[in-house]
C-alpha cells in the first residue's frame, strides 16, 4: 500500500492574499485592450461581414465572455507560473482566479503536454470547454518582479500585450471566427443543437437542454429550429420553436401526471392555459409563455429583421429557462 504524501507546493508568493486579485484586474485591462486591437481590425477590414451579422465574433461584448487565470506551483514544470484564458461563455460573465494544489494535478504526467492537461482537465473541471478559448497566455516563474507580469502592480499593458503576441492572436481569432462561420452555413441543415457549445454563435449552450428534456421530438424539433436560424431564417425558425415550446409544455404536463392531452388541445396557447390551471406554472412564467405564444403568432405575419431574430432569442431562452424550472433531470 503506497503512503500518501501530502506535499507543500512552492508559488513563489503569487497565491498570497491580494495576488490572484491583482491577476484578475490586469487581466481585465488586458481583455479590454485586446478587444480595441480586435473591434478596430473588424472596423477597418470586415465592416460589412460585422454589419451584416455580427453573430460569427464572439470577443465583441465583455458579458459574453470570461476571463480564468489559473495559478500553477512551480513544481508543475519548474518554470510556468500562471495560466490564463479568455473565454466565450454566451449569456454570462465569469472572473476566476484558480490556485492549483496536489488534488487538482493527479494525472498530471499522463499527458504529454502541459497545455494539453490544462485545456483538458482543469478547464472542464471547472465547467469549460477548450473549444470556448478566445485567447490563452502564460506567464513564468522568472518574469514575476517584472513589470510585465499579471502579478505586478505597476503591469505595463503595452508590453504584455507585445510578447504574448495578442495583436497577432486577435487577427487570427476573426479569421477563424468567420471561416467557421462560413463553413456551418454552407453545410445544409447540419447544425445539429446538442452540439451547439462548438460554435461560438450559438446563443445558448443547449446540449444540458437536450439532454434534461430527453425527447426524439423536441430534439428534432430543436434542431430544425436551429438549422433556420443559422441560415437567417428567422420566420421559420420562430415557428418551429413555437413548436418545440409546445412539445415542452406537452413533455411537463406528462411528468405531472395531467391525463393525456388531446390531439385538439396541442396549441400553445390551449397548453399554457392548462399548465397555469392545473398549478403548475407561476404566473410570472404563464406570463412568460404568453409572450412567447404572441410572439409566434405575430411571425406568421412579420417581415425578416432584427426584431424577429430577437424574438427567436427570447423564446429559445423561455425554452431554456421553463425547462429546467418544471422538468426533473434524470
Known sequence: MTQELNI??????????????????????????????????LQTFNKETLEQNPEPFRFLRKDNCSIIATILPYEFDMSQAIQTYILSTPGHREEKSIILKQTDLQDLDSYQYSFQFLREKILVANGFDKSQIMFEMRDYYTDIERNHSLVSKQFDLKNYIHIQNLTRLAFDLIKNEITQFKTVNETKLSYFAKDAYKFPFSLLDLKPLIALVDDDDFSYQLDQAMAAYHQNLFLPCAATLGVVLETLCIKILEENLVKKVKAGDTQLGVLKEKLHQEGITSRRDNTRLEVAYKMRNMASHASPGVALKEDCHFMLNVINTIAFEYLKEN
Open 8 to 41: 507543500e507546493f512552492d508559488y513563489k508568493g503569487i497565491d498570497e492574499s491580494g495576488r490572484p486579485e491583482q491577476i484578475l484586474k490586469n487581466l481585465n485591462q488586458v481583455e479590454d485592450k485586446s478587444r480595441n486591437i480586435y473591434l478596430e481590425r
